[in-house]
T-cell receptor
């Protein structure tokens, strides 16, 4: 598959569960991003990785833990989430930080926390 | 503060009518702005950037530093323009985008 893929597409979890979101890009890009999109707020940048190194943590609570094992894969590990964390989580990639303006987005994971 | 404001959550116009989606920004540096679009059942994607001064799908956007605006315009709307539109500001140095809340544009037949 080409582009940016995300799995799962939908996830329902309890507050005590531990789950992970996966993102994979097949574009040869070096920068990857996690965004949170909730109904009442603008698209919020959560984390940025460039060449597998985290370059941005936008004051995200520690219950969200990112992992970037290589430039093609990005994970978001979730534990002890709150109902207000329910949102659409988008992954994106760009050629590098210099091309940050042209991000390619995945379809998103719709997360519901019960 | 670095902020992008899209004052209209919803905008509805008739096919063939002109359309303007408003975007205002707050930024102390030299602004670079972009419009992203998300069509129904498709992914968020870059529509255009001010620096290239291009017209994409009939849309144009001019950066007005005096009014701190980057409004998106099209003289004759088409039904396929119905989508969610997001204005975004590049934060230099940090190399990240700040997005507005988005405007849902509906083109009525």
């Amino acid at each position: 598959e080409t582009g940016v893929t995300q799995t799962p597409r939908h996830l329902v979890m309890g507050m005590t569960n531990k789950k992970s979101l996966k993102c994979e890009q097949h574009l040869g890009h070096n920068a990857m991003y996690w965004y949170k999109q909730s109904a009442k707020k603008p698209l919020e940048l959560m984390f940025v990785y460039n060449f597998k190194e985290q370059t941005e943590n936008n004051s995200v609570p520690s219950r969200f833990s990112p992992e970037c094992p290589n430039s093609s894969h990005l994970f978001l590990h979730l534990h002890t989430l709150q109902p207000e964390d329910s949102a659409l989580y988008l992954c994106a990639s760009s050629p590098g930080l210099a091309g940050v303006h042209e991000q390619f987005f995945g379809p998103g994971t719709r997360l519901t926390v019960l | 503060a670095q902020r992008v404001t899209q004052p209209e959550k919803l905008l509805s116009v008739f096919k063939g009518a002109p359309v303007e989606l408003k975007c205002n920004y707050s930024y102390s540096g030299s602004p670079e702005l972009f419009w992203y679009v998300q069509y129904s059942r498709q992914r968020l994607q870059l529509l255009l950037r001010h620096i290239s001064r291009e017209s994409i799908k009939g849309f144009t956007a001019d950066l007005n530093k005096g009014e701190t605006s980057f409004h998106l315009k099209k003289p004759f709307a088409q039904e396929e323009d119905s989508a969610m539109y997001y204005c975004a500001l590049l934060i230099q140095g940090a190399q990240k985008l700040v997005f507005g809340q988005g405007t849902r544009l509906t083109i009525n037949p």
